[in-house]
């Protein structure tokens, strides 16, 4: 393999070791009780920042004209990205777990390459073993993310005491528990398959304005401002907008990343 093909791959692994944290940070900051919302808001605020200045450094002689199509493409890039891509993940997170939430960002690859499929972007050739790869682990993702759903499996650590009194009072009843987790779940399922659309469309607007930083920059921009609109109407309260030099101002700081 040359450098290019190496400097991809570790870039990939790098991304996903940033996910990790990305997850238990943003974890933390929800249940202190963060708006998820507002904490969407934030991130790709600063994530516009961060392009913006990126774009003068690298991309600021670019000559592409920038048409409706892309426009357009960039408006659906905030809305399935953010509004529907983010805010759903961080909704699936707070009734589940970071780990969970983690886990699930397997089905990502999947539901590409079935939506790939579906718009004929991808062909599959069952005589090739990389198409029946592909086939197979879209079947074990979907079946592992369906187990996952359905069955929690049993406490190995629990913050409740032993003691008869503590669990009958605190401890909430299973169906209870099952519920939010199925809910959650759900949350994330139609987050990964948003996100699965996201990337497909990001691919098609990038063959159209090869440009990646200034592309990015517009969608962040876009899913910002869809997101504070989608916040002003749901979450009525004005204090879920304060940051403090604390877990809510790091989380939107680190979800640039």
Not at 28 to 42: A, E, I
Not at 44 to 69: C, D, P, Q, W
Not at 73 to 83: E, H, S, T
Request: glycine residues 8%.
């Amino acid at each position: 393999m040359g450098y290019e093909v190496w400097k991809a791959y570790m870039l990939c692994v790098f991304s996903n070791i940033c996910l990790a944290g990305f997850n238990i940070v943003s974890k933390v900051s929800l249940n202190k009780g963060m708006s998820r919302y507002v904490l969407v808001v934030y991130g790709y605020a600063f994530g516009t920042l961060a392009t913006a200045i990126l774009v003068l450094l690298f991309e600021r002689n670019h000559k592409g004209k920038m048409s409706k199509a892309v426009l357009r493409d960039i408006f659906f890039l905030g809305l399935l990205g953010a509004v529907f891509g983010r805010t759903l993940y961080y909704a699936g997170m707070e009734y589940t777990s970071a780990t969970f939430a983690s886990a699930m960002g397997n089905l990502i690859p999947s539901f590409t390459f079935v939506l790939a499929l579906l718009f004929r972007m991808e062909k599959l050739e069952i005589g090739k073993v990389s198409s029946q790869a592909k086939i197979w682990g879209t079947v074990g993702a979907l079946g592992g993310a369906t187990l996952m759903t359905i069955y929690k499996g049993v406490v190995v650590i629990s913050p409740y005491t032993h003691t008869h009194t503590h669990t009958s009072y605190h401890q909430p009843s299973k169906a209870f528990l099952d519920w939010e987790w199925i809910k959650g779940s759900l949350y994330l399922l139609t987050s990964m398959l948003s996100l699965s659309a996201f990337y497909l469309l990001q691919t098609a607007t990038l063959r159209k304005y090869p440009a990646p930083l200034t592309i990015t920059g517009f969608m962040c921009f876009s899913g910002t401002l869809l997101v504070a609109i989608m916040t002003l109407i749901l979450d009525h309260n004005l204090s879920s907008w304060r940051l403090s030099w604390d877990i809510s101002l790091i989380a939107p700081i680190y979800s640039v990343s």
